[in-house]
């Protein structure tokens, strides 16, 4: 692809346009090696007369996240996925990178597809702009280049805070599950070389001991907007459930003889997949949703709460669950595996501080990473206005860069 200029006033306006030198990229499926970008023979190009995207080349995605671009620095072969514009004599690369960015909004509503939105060559063709003169291109380029390195900066540097308070949450978790609360108390050894030692009144159980473990549904019923939520692997994240995109399924449609429908307090552990171990309790407003293809632990002779938060350790996740959900080629838990897993047990009482303790204080430390997600959503906004202000003329820049 390439640029046709049209008329304009206060500038040129472009058109995208075919140009014969380049055509939509294409799908290759060469070897990969772990770790570093795949690479491609001369004479495989040759031969299958695959289209070499030159130095400068602007590659923008026509496929899922729409107005993605990325500036090519040597050249390379891109699959299906990204659409390379090749600027002309009168274009920047650096500018025409964040004017397609800008313009990604534009991008996504004329994006066509059922399942999977895709841009065709024919949508680019028809994308117009304004750009200024070149030296203007250059200037609107370097100023942005400055500003969103120090937003990047700024946001890498709330996200690493954000990954510090998870790695505390998780530590704090872990400690308290195996430790207790009371730091002067008398310690004796577990038994178990990987444990160490544990509270000498604490008892060490299997989860199979406290409780029944189930399985979800096998196949979704039908989907219904208003009908039942249905609760999937994918709902689940670190001990929370997200209802945002949860599905909904029509009750006339589920198998009641399989019994279903969750209850609060019920803890979901994913059975298959790339979140396989990763659980989380039932909370009181799903009461009555039913499970998807996961296992459902139903606690009987401990506090669930207790047991959800001990699910979450690292003794438990880390040391054994995850290394019983490796043992198969695709990372899979059945409900023996889960109920063979060691699990500590202090008093109910004790368990009951112990709940009340983290409840606190992840509360608390949710609360910072709430506060820190919310300011890196700020300057990420402000990061695209900012792009959209200066590609568009909005603000002059010409000043802060001389």
Not at 172 to 182: A, E, N, Q
Request: net charge neutral.
């Amino acid at each position: 692809l390439a640029l046709q200029s049209l008329s304009g006033n206060g500038g040129q306006l472009f058109r995208m346009g075919f140009h014969p030198l380049l055509s939509t990229p294409f799908a290759f499926l060469p070897a990969h090696r772990a770790g570093h970008p795949a690479w491609v023979r001369e004479d495989t190009i040759a031969s299958m007369n695959l289209k070499v995207f030159p130095t400068g080349t602007v590659l923008c995605s026509c496929s899922c996240r729409m107005g993605t671009t990325a500036i090519v620095m040597r050249p390379l072969i891109s699959n299906q996925t990204f659409i390379g514009i090749v600027p002309g004599q009168n274009l920047n690369s650096d500018f025409l990178f964040y004017a397609v960015q800008c313009f990604s909004d534009h991008l996504q509503r004329i994006a066509t597809g059922a399942i999977q939105q895709y841009l065709s060559r024919e949508d680019f063709q028809q994308f117009r702009f304004f750009i200024p003169a070149v030296g203007e291109q250059q200037a609107i380029a370097a100023f942005l280049d400055r500003e969103t390195i120090r937003i990047d900066a700024l946001i890498a540097k709330k996200e690493r805070q954000i990954e510090l308070l998870r790695e505390k949450r998780a530590a704090l978790i872990s400690h308290v599950v195996t430790k207790g609360l009371d730091p002067k108390v008398k310690m004796k050894d577990s038994g178990i070389e990987w444990l160490g030692e544990i509270p000498a009144h604490w008892d060490v159980s299997r989860i199979k001991r406290i409780g029944k473990i189930k399985y979800g549904l096998g196949e979704p019923p039908q989907l219904l907007d208003d009908g039942l939520p249905f609760v999937r692997a994918t709902d689940i994240h670190r001990g929370k459930i997200h209802i945002a995109m949860m599905q909904h399924i029509d009750p006339n449609d589920v198998p009641w003889s399989r019994d279903p429908a969750l209850r609060p307090t019920d803890i979901l552990v994913v059975r298959s997949g790339a979140y396989t171990g990763d659980s989380a309790i039932i909370p009181e407003e799903l009461a009555g949703a039913i499970a998807g293809y996961d296992m459902v632990l139903r606690v009987i002779n401990a506090l669930p709460y207790f047991v959800a938060y001990a699910l979450l350790s690292k003794y438990l996740l880390y040391g054994q669950i995850y290394l019983e959900k490796m043992r198969a080629a695709q990372p899979h838990l059945n409900a023996e595996e889960l109920g063979n897993c060691i699990i500590l047990l202090p008093s109910k009482p004790e368990q009951t501080e112990i709940v009340a303790y983290l409840d606190k204080e992840t509360a608390r430390i949710d609360e910072l990473s709430k506060k820190i997600e919310t300011s890196i959503l700020a300057l990420s906004e402000y990061r695209i206005a900012l792009i959209s202000a200066a590609v568009t003329g909005k603000i002059d820049v010409r000043e802060e860069v001389a």
